[in-house]
């Protein structure tokens, strides 16, 4: 089974940047063919952030449209999210997630479950 580990999570101030970094533990995972995401958690209900694919498409929710972009780097088995011109209301726990392409239909429609989860990180703005 593959882990994922995400870091670069933190406290800052609204107005600034972190870049959160996702790492998978099975080699060449990300260019494995899964579609790799972030969930963002404030509380109780986990919904997803971004996303992208094998072909390296990609998909934002409204909020975070304009402000974050997510990438993938095949070569060292990293998924990244920047997050610019943070604001209070992006203060949640962040997880990374995989999820199989024959899967990813429950994405397209707004389920947040994945085939591997990372532990979480937390990002805090105020």
């Known amino acids: 089974d593959v882990q994922l580990v995400e870091s670069g999570g933190g406290s800052v101030q609204a107005g600034e940047s972190l870049r959160l970094s996702c790492n998978a533990s099975?080699?060449?995972?990300?260019?494995?063919?899964?579609?790799m995401g972030w969930f963002h958690q404030p509380e109780d209900i986990r919904a997803g952030v971004a996303a992208i694919?094998?072909?390296?498409?990609?998909t934002y929710a409204d909020s975070v449209k304009g402000r974050f972009i997510i990438s993938r780097d095949n070569a060292k088995n990293t998924l990244l999210l920047q997050m610019n011109d943070l604001k209070p209301e992006d203060t949640a726990i962040y997880y990374c997630?995989?999820?199989?392409?024959?899967?990813?239909?429950?994405?397209?429609?707004?389920?947040?479950?994945?085939?591997?989860w990372g532990q979480g990180t937390q990002v805090t703005v105020s």
């Open positions: 997630a995989a999820v199989h392409p024959d899967r990813y239909v429950a994405w397209e429609r707004g389920l947040s479950l994945a085939d591997y």
């Open positions: 694919g094998s072909d390296s498409t990609t």
């Open positions: 099975t080699s060449s995972f990300t260019g494995s063919g899964y579609c």
